[in-house]
């Protein structure tokens, strides 16, 4: 039986004694071979690269240098952006918290409740007429910035708690979210809001 | 053939000392500069081994950047089972493949193969290496890939089989059988004037 190619290899490389090999004695084939695998590795030596200039390195060193801190660069801002937009979605939650909580409190006792499922008491208070908020000018603004605010900007914005008014809000068909809207529009003009 | 290698500036002291482990702990500890010294210890390994899969300098050139910077992105990834070397390696050999499965390795030109220190020989042994390598080095990247790249870190980069069997993520047999068969077809080849 012939030598493996890894025998082969093994001797060629002299990593392995001929003298471990008897068959190499009497094969002329695998002795071909190894002689051949031996010429081999001596021509593929002459395939040596071409060194490039001594300056190249220093040059190559400061391009890869740059490459680095480029990559860093938007690490830095992934981790950033989210100090900006966090504080920033706080402050619009809390807008739409409040301006809905607003609108709602404003709503005619006397309008019978709509929906599919029994509201819960609201538990507001309705800051805007409450003499200790009188000219609070913050209560005030924010009640115009969610004066335009619809019913889906607050279910996007997760607002409405189960069992609350306004999670049966968002449980309202089109026709009665309309009438909602104008009975809590006319509460506002009479309100003077 | 000398090794050409310039010191590079010492950003600090104390960094040039660490072993690999060390300098990877620093850089992931913030200290820039401790990349600066790997890419100083095996950028010449690294630009050697693209320049085989590309032969040509420029791009040679950009595959070790990509190289550096791949392994700066993963550094979090090395455990130090392997040497670093291996693990750049590793990284080399994909990102070579990869270049060169989707373009064509263009030839040497004259430009390419003007730094060879060859102060020792004479104008026509320079000559006929010349001639011997550029026939060597385009039969080897006729290879098939796992040929070439056992055949390149064997032969160039004095790599053991364990090592190229950890970088191709094979066996020591399935290595050397590769090695044993790379030699085979380049004999075919560069036919008997290479023996």
Partial sequence: MHLQPDELVDLAEGTRAEASAPHLAECAVCRLQLAELRAMMSAAADGDVPEPSPLFWDHFSARVRQAVSAEDAPRRSFWTWPRVVIPVAAVATAVLAVGLTLNTGRADPSVPTVGPAPLAPVASVDLLSDPRSAGDTALTLVAE?????????????????????????????????RELQRLLQEELAHSGA | MRTVTQPMRPSEPALVDLDERELVEACLGGQAAAFDVIVERHRRAVYLLCYRFVSNHEDASDLSQDVFLRAYRGLRSFRGQSSLATWLYRIGVNVCLNRVSAKKPHSESIADRQFVDARAESASDRLLKDERGTRVRAAIAQLPRKQRV???????????????????GSSVGAVKANFFHALGNLKKMLGDEAL
């Fill in chain 2, 150 to 168: 056992t055949l390149v870190l064997r032969m160039y980069h004095e790599m053991s089989h364990q090592e190229i069997a950890d970088v191709l």
């Fill in chain 1, 145 to 177: 910035l969610s004066s335009d605010m619809d019913v889906d900007t607050a279910h996007e914005a997760g607002l409405a708690a189960r069992g609350s008014a306004e999670h049966a809000i968002t449980h309202m068909n089109g026709a009665e979210l």
